[in-house]
């Protein structure tokens, strides 16, 4: 070889040797593989995170619905298709390619779990060999409370004692009567909360998980009929008037009222300075009356001083679920012979007027806002010497005054005078343990007619987180904030009386509830009076409503036996139309106040 062609062999290959245009696919060609592995990886990495997401979504939408649906009752086909439809409705089945996909969803106790599991082949990763990946989710719920506070305002009324399906039954407790069926509904609702057994029957006892720790579940009572009874309520004796007025009797020295003497006016006697005559002629016959001056009777409103603060100290030495006995109250000058005499306190109580105020605190330098004690033994029904002639209709009753030396009836006690069993105020599981739960609500005793304005107004004022009882009720004893539910229940439309004994004093005489002089106290008059009631319980179930955190419930109980008027009113005291039931017999009963505690718990995904 020349030299000529040595040196064109090294040019060349010098050339070549400088040249690097083709070393960049020669490169690419070499990193393709680890390319493909970075990008395929993360791409197949991205579809495993995303669906393990969408099944975590998809499994936890599944518990809730399913543990929403189990409500107060146990894990059922029904609860399980729940849990499966929301599921699918959270999860399209091979979305992200995935494969078979299996969620499985059970209950323990009061919570529910589910578990997922799907496969997601790989894509780009295939090329390296990678199968594929199984994910696995799992889920769980409960139903926990938050801080809660309950009060049952409940309706004791007569009519509870009947069956569901009756109208009246002369007031003899039936076997399932209304009474028994609340009873029995309301026991199953604090098994439900505080989780505990009580002897109510068919309760669902471990539905719910019970009050989340640290929380506070506080029960309290309103049972109402003509009046509440509130001698367990502590309440100081400066809430009460130092003077009340009765309609009631005094000595008095006058001349007594007209009576008949002699059936001829042939022979009228002349009058003396103790007796005087009168000749009263119908018609043809005439007869001669005598009034006599006298210590006699005044029979009007009359007013008494009132110390209660023995008596209050009475009530408060009793504790539940023992109610406390009637407790003397000394009235002077209305027994024989014009002495002294003891008459029971049962803890119901007069107020001055009607108000729909629940925040409203008694202040003594305010007497209208001050209470008395109902006391029935102390009042007489004016020209009725007999239960027979206090009947509503006898055209003798006045509101007059009147002088008489005998004794007008003096029955109220037996007549229309009603106190239910004594009203609760909020309480922890602490104080409310079953056995004390139990035997509370067995003392509940169907009696009276229906004022269903009182019971609001009471079941306000208790759980209410200002006015007399802000200090126990505006916070736990931690601070915390609370949740309150009223719980309001009736079987009946409001029945009012002119002779009714009530919170308001007797409406004939005593006219705080807008009746005028000129109102009897007949039948004709119980219509008015009812729509007064009517009347007070919507602007009282507005106060409560009005109240921080609270809800209000109502349950219509009666079905037929209730009027549709009645029925549109109960639901617009409601806090909405969701929170109205309508119970026409004792398995609605039962499930509304189910559904209230399953509403009333808050439900909540477990970490």
Same mark, same amino acid.
């Given at each position: ?16 040797r400088?040249?690097?245009?083709g070393?960049? !696919?020669?490169i ?19 579809r495993?995170y ?18 929403? /649906? ?15 439809? +929301? ?28 578990s997922?599991t799907?496969?997601?082949?790989m894509?780009?990763?295939?090329v ?11 889920c769980?719920t ?20 009947c069956?569901?399906?009756e ?8 076997t399932g ?12 609702? +604090?098994?439900?909360h ?14 719910y ?6 929380s506070?579940l506080?029960?309290g009572f ?19 008037a ?15 009222d007209?009576?008949? #003497?002699s ?5 009228k ?6 007796t005087?005559?009168?000749t ?12 006599t ?32 006995t ?16 003891? @008459? ?7 107020e ?17 806002t001050?209470?008395?004690?109902s ?5 007489? !029904? ?10 509503p /209709? ?22 229309r ?14 104080v ?19 004022y269903?304005?009182i ?22 004893t931690?601070?915390?904030?609370i ?15 002119g002779c ?18 000129s /109102?009897?106290?007949?039948?004709a008059?119980d ?5 007064? @009631?009517? #009347?007070?319980?919507?602007a ?7 109240e ?10 009666g ?9 549109? /009113? ?13 119970a026409?017999?004792a ?5 509304a ?13 477990e970490?």
């Amino acid at each position: 070889m020349g030299t000529r062609a040595a040196g064109r062999i090294i040019g060349v290959l010098t050339r070549l040797r400088r040249n690097v245009a083709g070393n960049t !696919l020669a490169i690419a060609a070499a990193a393709m593989l680890p390319l493909l592995g970075m990008v395929g990886g993360a791409l197949d990495l991205s579809r495993l995170y995303m669906t393990k997401v969408r099944l975590q979504h998809a499994c936890d939408a599944g518990a809730l619905a399913g543990r929403k /649906d189990m409500g107060g009752g146990s894990w059922d086909a029904s609860a399980q298709a729940s849990a499966l439809q +929301y599921f699918w409705g959270n999860f399209t089945a091979g979305a992200y390619g995935s494969g078979t996909t299996t969620p499985t969803f059970t209950s323990s106790g009061s919570n529910v779990q589910g578990s997922v599991t799907t496969s997601v082949p790989m894509t780009v990763m295939q090329v390296f060999k990678f199968g594929p990946k199984t994910l696995t989710v799992t889920c769980e719920t409960a139903m926990q409370l938050p801080n809660t506070d309950v009060m049952f305002v409940l309706d004791v009324t007569g009519s509870m004692a009947c069956l569901p399906s009756e109208s009246s039954c002369g007031g003899n407790v039936r076997t399932g009567s209304k009474i028994n069926v609340l009873k029995n509904a309301v026991k199953c609702f +604090y098994e439900a909360h505080a989780q505990a057994k009580t002897d109510g029957t068919g309760c669902a006892t471990n539905s719910y998980q019970g009050i989340n720790s640290g929380s506070q579940l506080r029960f309290g009572f309103v049972p109402y009929s003509t009046n509440v009874d509130i001698s367990q309520l502590n309440l100081p004796a400066s809430y009460f008037a130092a003077n009340w007025t009765y309609q009631s009797r005094s000595k008095t020295t006058d001349w007594t009222d007209w009576a008949n #003497t002699s059936n001829s006016c042939n022979n009228k006697p002349a009058n003396t300075t103790t007796t005087k005559y009168q000749t009263v002629t119908s018609g043809n016959s005439c007869v001669v009356q005598s009034s006599t001056y006298t210590t006699a009777w005044l029979y009007a409103k009359t007013t008494f001083p009132m110390n209660v603060s023995a008596a209050l100290s009475s009530f408060a030495s009793a504790t539940v679920p023992n109610p406390p006995t009637a407790v003397n109250i000394t009235m002077k000058g209305i027994g024989s012979n014009y002495a002294d005499r003891q @008459v029971l306190w049962d803890g119901c109580v007069e107020e001055a007027a009607p108000t729909s105020n629940i925040n409203q605190v008694p202040d003594p330098s305010k007497p209208a806002t001050l209470y008395a004690p109902s006391l029935p033994d102390a009042l007489y !029904l004016r020209r009725s010497t007999a239960a027979d002639s206090g009947d509503p /209709d006898n055209a003798s009753l006045t509101t007059a005054t009147s002088v008489y030396t005998g004794n007008y009836y003096n029955g109220m006690r037996n007549y229309r005078y009603f106190c239910p069993t004594p009203a609760e105020k909020l309480q922890t599981t602490s104080v409310w343990t079953p056995t004390t739960f139990d035997s509370y609500v067995n003392t509940l005793t169907p009696v009276g007619n229906t004022y269903h304005d009182i019971g609001m107004l009471w079941g306000g004022r208790l759980i209410s987180p200002e006015g007399m009882f802000a200090s126990e009720n505006k916070t736990t004893t931690q601070g915390g904030v609370i949740q309150r539910h009223v719980i309001f229940m009736t079987d009946g439309d409001p029945q009012a009386g002119g002779c009714d004994y009530t919170a308001y004093g007797v409406a004939f005489w005593d006219m705080r509830t807008g009746d005028t002089p000129s /109102d009897a106290c007949t039948t004709a008059r119980d219509g008015t009076l009812t729509a007064a @009631v009517t #009347t007070r319980l919507k602007a009282l179930c507005t106060s409560v409503k009005n109240e921080p955190n609270t809800l209000l419930w109502v349950i219509s109980f009666g079905g037929t036996g209730i009027a549709t008027s009645t029925k549109n /009113d109960l639901k617009a005291c409601a806090s909405d139309s969701d929170h109205f039931f309508d119970a026409t017999d004792a398995t609605a009963l039962s499930s509304a106040f189910q559904t209230i505690a399953s509403r009333i718990a808050q439900l909540r995904l477990e970490e």
